[in-house]
């Protein structure tokens, strides 16, 4: 085992190269690349035996990922945002394949406008594909989490491609103390991919996704990969705990940050979840009673857990970094429908939205979330869903307005 | 916890710097955060990068807000709105400047109350993206203002961090963190651990509800034609190229459309012009003159020149 300062990026590579990956199709794209630069890199001094293939577009790589997971390799790719997106008929496809391999998502906020930084509508974007989701916070998650994925997908009572996520800049280009385990602690706990019945093999031809008509055959199809998903909660919680075993880092489907006498919680999911911790510190040390609550699996939703949490808590803050147009948050929405008609006393939830494109969130601002929500759990009435956004932060839009010549006549007429 | 803020041009080794520091605060048992934050992703454009170290696990992330430390390895940047140099600068943070000018003179022109230190800038070197070890020496006074980091651990940090590159990058890089580390040594320590903000009392974010506008001003979109025109990218230059008239062949088609900003006039008479305001210095047209008519000169000194005129 060796300590060191890491990128998440670097730390994919790490994971991939520690998994023993044999395949990886690649495509460009900020804020990913050097995940795939690394390992090419490895390649080259031949480090690791895989083979590295850039296809022309997200499309083909997340075609030929499933392509080649489906005849018995391990499979790695990895990209980012309009990437994602560009191969999101595939995502769909290749997860009915039923076959097993791990794609890292590097969250980018989604055009239009253009940007580079982080939000999470892009795997969100993914999110009823079929695909599992693990969400990372750190640089080290990042490592452990690729590991996990593969024995998580892989499994026989699961079979489907994970997306291990994390986000862009934040992690991706932040170097941060990472373990990297030794080779030999994660053979044991990641041997060799069994593809079991799911082969190419020249002398055995095999039909891979073929097509059905009629709902009963379809239906069949797709409610089974809804129940594999759903079989992964539970194996989710055995794989990390072997890999507790073998790594001594514990990985839970949610992390639960000094929430046990809480009475108020935080609940957010990414690399910004780290800011609430420190907020929790310091609301502690003002006297709140407060935790946090972080999913890092979102698919399988880790619904019961999540109720478990939130069970007796008085008010819970979520925070979304994301934006559903014309509903809201959509982690919001999920918590929601989980504590519906299903826990005795809900506690109140409070919608926030924040760190669209990166936006930063202030120390300031998790204390006033709390404020306003300790206030709404005293109302009785949870307010409106609020957007991070202050006063200063439009003047600057206006400022760009104003160089943009906008319709500057109207702007200056109606503003 | 530290929190260090490096500033500089693409080229300059500000990612470099923010590596170097961390890797030796990693050394001395610290636990550390580093990255860089690219714009333009473009030599000379502005790029900063921060480091964040502590003894215990550093939760907090991204933009520093108020730091410690804020160095800045090229002080054409101080007046750059994109690069952010002045960012959250309080009363306790230490400023420290690669500059031409004194310490004095940069408090008179900001008006500011913290300790500025400088860092000398050779006043012999044209262009200052020629300055690529300028990085390791910022990387090296920060060491030593922070007061935990022993000069045999920054070069440790350095071996580590640059390994693979030719001994004499290495060594011209360690040579100029000691430097770096040695010009500051009146100031061991300096530096303090700022603290985050009470829970207790802390000022309100103010935060205000977004007001719906109309879909022909919300939509992100330049309506008017021309408006990049008032974008003066020109600032980003850090060369200036020069036409020089009594040697340019008014082949105007070859400087005029290899332009890749469209900068390029051309008059009545076929001369080709400038236009500075929108040239970013890129150098394209010097490259390409076929009667090496177009020279390039250094940008402050172009600058002086035009002042004294």
């Not at chain 2, 970013?280 to 150098?283: F, H």
């Given at each position: 085992m060796s300590r060191k300062l890491l990128t998440g990026n670097g730390a994919a590579a790490w994971g991939a190269r520690l998994a023993g990956i044999d395949y990886i199709p690649a495509f460009p794209i900020t804020p990913q690349t050097e995940i795939i630069e690394t390992l090419e890199h490895w390649i080259g001094g031949g480090q690791i035996p895989a083979r590295l293939v850039t296809l022309e577009s997200e499309h083909s790589m997340i075609t030929a990922a499933g392509a080649a997971a489906a005849t018995g390799v391990r499979v790695f790719s990895a990209t980012s945002s309009q990437g994602l997106l560009y191969g999101m008929e595939m995502l769909y496809a290749v997860a009915g394949w039923r076959a097993p391999f791990v794609l890292v998502n590097v969250s980018r906020g989604l055009s239009a406008p253009i940007t580079l930084e982080p939000d999470h509508n892009d795997v969100l974007a993914a999110r009823d594909s079929g695909f599992l989701q693990l969400h990372c916070a750190t640089c080290q998650e990042v490592l452990d989490s690729v590991l996990i994925a593969y024995r998580l997908g892989e499994d026989l009572r699961v079979r489907l491609p994970v997306i291990v996520n994390q986000d862009g800049f934040y992690l991706s280009f932040t170097r941060e103390p990472v373990e990297i385990p030794d080779q030999q602690a994660i053979e044991a706990f990641l041997p060799p991919y069994d593809p079991e019945n799911m082969q190419f093999r020249a002398s055995a031809p095999v039909s891979q996704a073929v097509a059905v008509l009629g709902g009963g055959p379809y239906s069949y199809f797709r409610y089974e990969t809804h129940l594999a998903s759903l079989q992964a909660l539970a194996v989710y919680d055995e794989v990390a705990s072997e890999f507790e075993k073998a790594s001594g880092r514990a990985n839970p489907a949610i992390e639960c940050y000094r929430t046990d006498d809480a009475e108020y919680l935080f609940v957010m999911m990414g690399a910004f979840a780290t800011k609430a911790r420190q907020a929790v510190n310091q609301l502690r040390e003002a006297g709140w009673r407060i935790g946090l609550v972080r999913p890092r699996l979102f698919r399988p939703f880790p619904e019961e857990k999540l109720r478990r949490a939130l069970a007796g808590k008085k008010g819970v803050i979520v925070i979304d970094q994301n934006i559903s147009f014309g509903r809201g948050g959509v982690l919001h929405t999920e918590l929601a429908s989980a504590i519906l008609g299903k826990s005795e006393k809900p506690p109140l939830l409070v919608s926030f939205i924040g760190g669209?494109?990166?936006?930063d969130i202030s120390a300031e601002e998790f204390y006033e979330m709390a404020r306003v929500t300790k206030e709404a759990v005293v109302d009785g009435k949870a307010p409106e869903p609020r957007l991070l956004y202050t006063e200063t932060e439009l003047r600057e839009v206006r400022k760009l307005q104003g160089i943009a010549c906008v319709e500057r006549q109207a702007l200056e007429n109606e503003l | 916890m530290y929190r260090i803020r490096f500033h500089g041009r693409g080229g300059q080794g500000m990612k470099t710097a923010s590596r170097l520091l961390g890797a030796a605060f990693f050394l001395e048992g610290f636990a550390v955060q580093d990255a860089p934050r690219y714009g333009a992703?473009?030599?000379g454009a502005p790029i900063f990068a921060y480091v964040r170290a502590g003894k215990s696990p550093i939760f907090e992330r991204g933009i520093?807000?108020?730091?410690?430390l804020v160095i800045v390895a090229d002080d054409s940047l101080v007046p750059v709105p994109a690069a952010g140099v002045m960012a959250g600068l309080t009363d306790r943070t230490v400023l420290l400047i690669s500059t031409t000018e004194t310490a004095d003179e940069w408090r008179r022109r900001l008006h500011i109350h913290s300790a500025i230190l400088t860092l000398p800038a050779p006043r012999e070197v044209e262009d200052r993206l020629e300055l690529r070890y300028v990085g390791a020496e910022c990387a090296g006074a920060a060491a030593c203002l922070t007061g935990h980091i022993s000069k045999k651990k920054l070069e440790r940090a350095i071996l580590g961090e640059l390994e693979g590159k030719p001994q004499k990058i290495i060594h011209r890089n360690i040579e100029m963190a000691s430097e770096g580390y040695d010009r500051m040594a009146d100031h061991k320590g300096l530096v303090q651990e700022g603290t985050l903000p009470s829970a207790k009392a802390y000022t309100p974010p103010a935060w205000i509800e977004m007001p719906f506008e109309a879909a022909r001003i919300s939509?992100?979109?330049?309506?008017?034609?021309?408006?990049?025109?008032?974008?003066?990218?020109?600032?980003?230059?850090?060369m200036r190229p020069v036409i020089d008239h009594r040697h340019?062949?008014?082949?105007?088609?070859v400087c005029s459309s290899s332009c890749p900003d469209g900068a390029i006039s051309v008059n009545e008479e076929g001369a080709p012009g400038i236009d500075y305001d929108h040239c970013?210095?890129?150098?394209t047209c010097v490259s390409v003159c076929p009667s090496h008519a177009i020279k390039a000169i250094p940008e402050h000194q172009a600058a002086a020149a035009e002042e004294e005129s």
């Open positions: 669209l494109g990166g936006r | 992703e473009r030599r520093i807000l108020h730091p410690d939509s992100p979109t330049i309506h008017a034609g021309l408006t990049s025109i008032k974008v003066r990218t020109g600032l980003w230059r850090t340019c062949r008014k082949c105007w088609w970013k210095g890129c150098l």
